[in-house]
């Protein structure tokens, strides 16, 4: 991804921040919590992915109930819309609430 990518109102350098945010310091009740989270599986799937990250905020540190998760793609070259596509897929065929 370059400097200029945006997806939203979110732009790489924002993305950046998330993915390094240290969990020890963020604010819990500032994080979404996952199951809270609805997609609208009438949208096409880039809509249904800016959906996702509209409503979690922060697709790489999220509350499940009382636990902080925090997600990461080490060694890699899958962006996270690729990673983002594949859950979703995995959750509407789990009939998760996406």
């Given at each position: 991804?370059?400097?200029g990518w945006t997806m939203g109102s979110y732009n790489i350098e924002i993305l950046e921040a998330m993915k390094i945010a240290d969990i020890q310091t963020l604010n819990r009740e500032g994080l979404v919590d996952i199951r809270d989270v609805k997609i609208?599986?009438?949208?096409?799937?880039?809509?249904r992915i800016l959906?996702?990250?509209r409503q979690i905020k922060?697709?790489?540190?999220y509350r499940?109930?009382?636990?902080?998760?925090?997600?990461?793609f080490a060694g890699t070259e899958v962006s996270l819309t690729e990673r983002l596509q594949e859950y979703l897929e995995k959750a509407s065929a789990a009939h998760f609430n996406f």
């Amino acid at each position: 991804m370059h400097k200029g990518w945006t997806m939203g109102s979110y732009n790489i350098e924002i993305l950046e921040a998330m993915k390094i945010a240290d969990i020890q310091t963020l604010n819990r009740e500032g994080l979404v919590d996952i199951r809270d989270v609805k997609i609208n599986q009438e949208l096409k799937q880039p809509e249904r992915i800016l959906d996702f990250i509209r409503q979690i905020k922060n697709p790489y540190c999220y509350r499940h109930g009382e636990f902080i998760v925090q997600i990461g793609f080490a060694g890699t070259e899958v962006s996270l819309t690729e990673r983002l596509q594949e859950y979703l897929e995995k959750a509407s065929a789990a009939h998760f609430n996406f």
